[in-house]
């Protein structure tokens, strides 16, 4: 497997007046293609601030960001929104659809960016929409979609532009245990199926067993990387 995520001595430190608040401290971590991974810990740990690092949200006070052996982490803004609209798909909590917009135009949305002509549009965003189960949900606007239908149309707007990573941060927290399940189950599917490398920021443990491996982060430090051990078939 090549690598698609590689910091190395990565800081991030945010002054608020005259004190400085160490978010990250010398966080090394790799992350190999077709890998799903949960990164904990709890509020202040620097798991957000390590999601947006690698979202290309935020830059490291020092250290380097590699995103498919490209050191990112020092590009120019446009390079940013560049890396953000073809190489990274983002799924979030509150689902950030438009509200007055079918779930096939919002899937479309983030290709219209790159040029993409009316009918690939279409075509891709049907694809991705009936890849998560909503093939029959095409003309419908989040408020005629449930919690968990939404967050699917937010997962196929995250696809869409086949992105080598899928950040997906706290994509459980508006949903009831059982929504959340399904969408996580989605999430295994889409990894196993696609190989899509996806990266779960959480602080749920019951949502982190759904992923291979799981990296605790505790004041800014990775205290604990660990991968599941995968069980011989026909057990």
């Not at 917009?101 to 694809?127: C, D, I, S």
């Not at 508006?174 to 920021?201: C, H, K, P, W, Y």
């Amino acid at each position: 497997m090549s690598e698609v995520i590689r910091v190395e001595a990565l800081h991030k430190t945010y002054r608020m007046g005259d004190v400085e608040v160490p978010a990250l401290r010398g966080v090394n971590l790799t992350i190999d293609r077709g890998e799903f991974v949960a990164v904990m810990g709890s509020s202040g740990s620097g798991k957000s601030t390590l999601m947006n690092i690698l979202g290309c949200l935020d830059r490291p006070t020092s250290g380097k960001y590699f995103l498919e052996g490209e050191e990112v982490g020092s590009l120019t803004p446009d390079e940013w929104a560049h890396i953000r609209n073809k190489r990274v798909g983002f799924v979030f909590q509150g689902f950030n659809l438009l509200a007055r917009t079918t779930a096939l135009e919002n899937v479309e949305l983030p290709m219209m960016y790159n040029g993409f002509a009316g009918k690939q549009r279409h075509e891709r965003a049907v694809e991705v929409l009936s890849l998560v189960g909503l093939e029959e949900r095409l003309d419908h606007t989040p408020n005629q979609l449930s919690g968990g239908q939404q967050q699917r149309v937010a997962i196929a707007r995250a696809l869409v532009n086949r992105p080598s990573l899928i950040l997906a941060d706290e994509p459980t927290g508006n949903l009831d245990s059982a929504t959340g399940a399904e969408i996580m189950s989605l999430f295994q599917r889409l990894n196993a199926g696609q190989s899509i490398t996806v990266v779960l920021v959480t602080h749920e443990r019951d949502i982190a067993e759904y992923a291979r491996r799981r990296v605790v982060f505790r004041d800014g430090v990775i205290v604990s990387d660990d991968k599941k051990v995968q069980e011989p078939e026909g057990l």
